[in-house]
């Protein structure tokens, strides 16, 4: 199981160049959308709705809870409020504000969030969001979205402008990401998308891992197995069919993300599994532990999260 | 034989210098980083460390030290030269900054890094922590005093208004606040984001003593640091005025050097600054 390693030469682009770009037209298009952010301007790609709409721009300081409580405020009052800043500052440090203020009320609320995972990999563990999709996971209300790349992040933003209710978006950090490169294919909200059929096994990834997926489905496809791909940008509501039907059709499931492997993506699936179909399944994804410092590459490739990380769970699931 | 004043100052001089090379080897390891924030702080930690804090570096957790909490964790660039020169660790290893598994990152680790007494990162949290250090010495009739070091912009989180007035209910005066008034956050100027001025009486509102300084004047921050605590049962806030960047005339008060890139052209042109006699004010 001979397998590249990423990066390689493929053409880049920033999950946040893409929400900024969505969000752009969003905001043209629709008086009541606003934007706000903690000291992040540029970082989070707001810059760019800033420019056109500057009265409706807001920045409230480094002050991520007073953000989320105005952002909620601003809802109550029928506006559309996209707040952005850094993962783990939106979610574990302002959670309470998220749960009580934007997803028991209801409020239609977009958290926009940059540097998911470990994008911001030489921040160290305060900087890291490996455990956000877990908290969502386990609030009411709140529709969760990963995407795996640039186009991903636009269409995925262009989809929750039209789907009224608490949204959180997960985006990478600084660093442009690969773009997936396979050409048009629909992304709907609450839909898994398949990039590449499969009968042996299906992978079921989302956000960085997805790309690693397609590769490792590219190498075992030289074996003779034949994997399925979903980019299950939706972590929340999840494809309960998609998930299903993967499993009774392909008998064998790995999940790979850039979460802790405790309550993300491998989690959220293991609990589908077990009441409907409980085929063998493997997950792939941080175990449990702070992530060291490092370079994002060197990071991902200590902690499997590339093409041959996807392949060693493969193997696994195969074996099981 | 005590140290004249001269001798102090000359000897402070020394170190801060060295620091802010440090900070500049430790951000071109890294390829870029928070050069800003590192060397506007460069003399306080200076002061601190070889003049007003008492510690053991082959005991870093000697529970009788004093303890410094970098709420504003970014500037680990500084605080990584500064506990090198303090004889924790080889100085070499600052070259190792944000390299793969080294103690040093962007943020201290206090599980990695001998003589970090708090790992800090997300603004907004070491002040809390201060208290905790603070109230634990006065509970168990210990000596030590805690110094935690607050950005600017940092005081826009509600949190360090919460445990500012914790700190005065509980009369705090082995507590001191050091705030590096830059006038910067990360975006643009803090009162162009989120003003907050004025901040000597907003501290003095929550009932802290407060002194204001020239941060980077080494003689101030000496008689300052020597002068704490100002009032007997009240904590302590420094506002110290300083230029974001100080010493590398290319960061100077500038908002886009908060966090840079800092490759060979420009190490080499910071280290020729700073060893400039000239420079040395
Ligand atoms: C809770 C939190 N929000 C946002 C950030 C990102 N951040 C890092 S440095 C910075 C600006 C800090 O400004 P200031 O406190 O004035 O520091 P200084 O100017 O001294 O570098 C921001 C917003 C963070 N580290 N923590």
Known sequence: MAATQTPTSQPTKSTRDGFGEALLEIGRANPNVVALTADTFTLSRIDMFAKEHPERTFDVGIAEQNLLGIAAGLASTGLEPYVTSYAPFLTARSLEQLRNDICYTGFNVKVCAVCGGIAISVGGSTHHAIDDLAFLRAIPNITVLVPADAVESYKLTKAMAQHPGPTYLRMGGRAPEPLLGIGDYPVEIGKASQLREGKDLTIIACGSLVLPSLRAAEALAGEGIEARVLSMHTIKPLDRDAIVKAAKETKRIVTAEEHNVHGGLGGAVAEVLAETVPVPMRMLGIKDVFATIGGLQELYDLYHLNTQGVLETVKAVLEA | MSESREELLARLLDRATAVR?????????????????????????????????????????????????????????????????????????????????????????????????????????????????????????????????????????????????????????????????????????????????????????????????????????????????????????????????????????????????VNEEVLEAALAELQAPGQRS
Not at chain 2, 65 to 93: I, M, W
Not at chain 2, 94 to 99: A, E, L, P
Not at chain 2, 205 to 222: K, P, S, T
Request: charged residues 20%.
């Open chain 2, 21 to 261: 090379a440090g900070v500049m080897v430790a951000l071109n390891a890294a390829g870029s980083g928070h050069v800003g924030g590192s060397m506007s702080i460069a003399d306080v930690l200076t002061v601190l460390y070889f003049h007003t804090m008492r510690y053991d570096p082959k005991n870093p957790r000697w529970p009788d030290r004093d303890r410094l909490v970098l709420s504003k964790g970014h500037a680990n660039a500084a605080l990584t030269p500064v506990l090198a020169e303090a004889g924790f660790y080889d100085k070499e290893l600052v070259k190792t900054f944000n390299k793969l598994n080294s103690p040093f990152g962007m943020h201290p680790d206090m599980r990695k890094i001998p003589g970090c007494d708090m790992s800090t990162g997300a603004l907004g949290h070491g002040l809390a922590v201060g208290v905790g250090m603070a109230l634990g010495a006065r509970l168990q009739n210990k000596g030590f005093r805690t110094y935690v070091i607050m950005g600017d912009g940092e005081l826009n989180e509600g949190s360090i208004w919460e445990s500012a007035m914790a700190a005065a209910r509980f009369g705090l005066d082995n507590l001191v606040g050091i705030v590096d008034r830059n006038r910067f956050c990360l975006g643009s100027a803090t009162e162009d984001t989120m003003p907050i001025e004025p901040l000597a009486d907003k501290w003095r509102a929550f009932g802290w003593a407060v002194r204001e300084i020239d941060g980077n004047d080494l003689a101030q921050v000496v008689d300052t640091f020597d002068a704490a605590p100002f009032v007997e049962g009240k904590p302590t806030l420094i506002l110290a005025h300083t230029v974001k960047g100080k010493g590398f005339s290319r960061a100077e008060d500038r908002c886009d050097w908060h966090y840079q890139t």
